[in-house]
């Protein structure tokens, strides 16, 4: 068992294989005399199991045990004010920008496109979180969990906007509607099982879907995508 710090929140993770600490090496936290964890999370053998047969690919327990816990971690971060965005959250020049896709759209291309021309940094490849702040404003954080290619950074940077990818003939952004939004972040996450924490989030959501400009950019796998991309979101007026 060891302790990691996600969002400000203190998490106890009662893990049975070493696979989950290694994951997790860049955000163990020692608690300190007089700290407590918010909470605690563990993965039984039969949950386990049972998520192996569910996915039917070949998994092993340890990297079910990994998936399950950040389920249950983000099934509780609501009553902390974060919540997970499925997306890859890049950061340039102190601002990030969260890239939204269903898969194999193209979400890593777009972003190492970023990396290449504008030298963006990666905060999170695939599962970062969301927190609102105590000034009402949104940051984006790292987390161990972070797709394939493993880029994240334990870091936050304030959420600037979000990008909808679609792919398309022609790379063209535009604004996206409230309702488009607020369908499309909830389709990216996962939502808490217990009916309190899905009421937080949806207040969460809410918030975001008010205070974060979003985009659709429909695009091509190219650069003058990510050019398109960064002329319009590099231009959004920062909400403090």
């Known amino acids: 068992m060891f302790c990691i710090k996600l969002c400000h929140t203190l998490i106890e993770l009662d893990n049975r294989y070493q696979y989950v600490s290694e994951l997790c090496r860049d955000y163990i936290y020692e608690l300190k005399d007089e700290e407590h964890s918010a909470f605690r ?19 092993t327990p340890a990297e079910a045990e990994s998936y399950l816990m950040y389920r249950k971690i983000c099934g509780e971060m609501p009553k902390y004010g974060s919540f997970l965005l499925h997306s890859a959250v890049v950061a340039v020049n102190g601002r990030g920008y969260a890239f939204s896709a269903r898969r194999g759209v193209g979400k890593t291309t777009h972003t190492a496109l970023w990396e290449q021309y504008f030298n963006a940094d990666i905060v999170n490849g695939d599962k970062p979180l969301v927190r609102r702040e105590s000034d009402g404003t949104f940051t984006a954080w790292g987390t161990p969990w972070c797709g394939k290619e493993g880029k994240q950074i334990n870091t936050s940077v304030p959420l600037t906007a979000i990008c909808f990818l679609e792919q398309g003939k022609v790379n063209e952004i535009t604004p996206a509607s409230i309702a488009d939004t607020a369908a499309r972040i909830l389709e990216g996450t996962l939502l808490p099982p217990d009916p309190v924490r899905q009421d937080e989030m949806a207040a969460l959501v809410g918030a975001v879907v008010r205070d974060v400009p979003a985009f659709v950019l429909t695009c091509r796998p190219d650069e003058l995508a990510a050019r398109v991309a960064y002329e319009t979101l590099s231009s959004v007026k920062l909400n403090h």
């Open 41 to 59: 999370v563990s993965v039984s053998e039969r949950e386990i199991k049972d998520y192996r047969f569910s996915v039917r690919r070949s998994m």
